[in-house]
C-alpha cells in the first residue's frame, strides 16, 4: 500500500508512525484481532480527505486495546459549543482535547488546529501511559507527522 502514498509525505509519515508504535508497543507473535481490524479500516479511509481525523481514532483505539480507555465521553458535559478544545484531567494530568473527540461527532472538515490538537493528546497519552513508563523512544515519524498539522 505505501507506494500509492509515496508523493504524499503526510500519508507516508503516517503509515511509518502507525507501524513504529505497532512495532515498540505491542508483544511479538501475540493475536490483536481489533487492532489488524482497526488498521486495515484506517488503510480502507487512507484516500479521503479527512483521514488524520481517523488516524487519530485509531491511536485511541489503540489506547484502548492496551488497556487504556480515557473515557472521554465523560468529559462531554458542560461543552461550550464555541470552544473548540477543553481541558480535561485524567490521573491527574491535564491534557487539551479537541471538542470533536469529546462530541463523537463525526466532522467532515476539521481545522488543522484541531488535529493538532487531537494529536498532541494522544501522543501525551501514548507518552504517560507507555513510553515513558516502560523507558521507550517516542517515534520520530509520531512527531514529524504532529508537526505537519502545526
Given at each position: 500500500?505505501?507506494?500509492?502514498?509515496?508523493?504524499?509525505?503526510?500519508?507516508?509519515?503516517?503509515?511509518?508512525?502507525?507501524?513504529?508504535?505497532?512495532n515498540?508497543?505491542?508483544?511479538?507473535?501475540?493475536?490483536y484481532?481489533?487492532?489488524?481490524?482497526?488498521?486495515?479500516?484506517?488503510?480502507?479511509?487512507?484516500?479521503?480527505?479527512?483521514?488524520?481525523?481517523?488516524?487519530?481514532?485509531?491511536?485511541?483505539?489503540?489506547?484502548?486495546e492496551?488497556?487504556?480507555?480515557?473515557?472521554?465521553?465523560?468529559?462531554?458535559?458542560?461543552?461550550?459549543?464555541?470552544?473548540?478544545?477543553?481541558?480535561?484531567?485524567?490521573?491527574?494530568?491535564?491534557?487539551?482535547?479537541?471538542?470533536?473527540?469529546?462530541?463523537?461527532?463525526?466532522?467532515?472538515?476539521?481545522?488543522?488546529?484541531?488535529?493538532?490538537?487531537?494529536?498532541?493528546?494522544?501522543?501525551?497519552?501514548?507518552?504517560?501511559?507507555?513510553?515513558?513508563?516502560?523507558?521507550?523512544?517516542?517515534?520520530?515519524?509520531?512527531?514529524?507527522?504532529?508537526?505537519?498539522?502545526?
Amino acid at each position: 500500500i505505501s507506494p500509492k502514498y509515496f508523493n504524499d509525505k503526510k500519508k507516508t509519515t503516517s503509515l511509518l508512525s502507525l507501524s513504529s508504535i505497532l512495532n515498540l508497543l505491542l508483544p511479538d507473535s501475540q493475536p490483536y484481532k481489533n487492532l489488524f481490524i482497526s488498521v486495515e479500516n484506517f488503510l480502507k479511509n487512507l484516500d479521503k480527505e479527512n483521514w488524520a481525523k481517523d488516524y487519530v481514532y485509531w491511536e485511541l483505539n489503540l489506547l484502548k486495546e492496551l488497556g487504556f480507555d480515557p473515557y472521554l465521553e465523560q468529559f462531554s458535559k458542560n461543552l461550550d459549543d464555541n470552544s473548540s478544545h477543553k481541558t480535561i484531567e485524567i490521573d491527574n494530568i491535564k491534557y487539551q482535547v479537541p471538542t470533536f473527540l469529546l462530541k463523537k461527532k463525526n466532522l467532515e472538515n476539521l481545522e488543522k488546529k484541531n488535529i493538532s490538537t487531537a494529536l498532541s493528546f494522544t501522543r501525551n497519552l501514548l507518552s504517560n501511559k507507555f513510553f515513558l513508563p516502560n523507558n521507550l523512544n517516542f517515534p520520530k515519524a509520531r512527531i514529524l507527522l504532529e508537526n505537519y498539522f502545526n
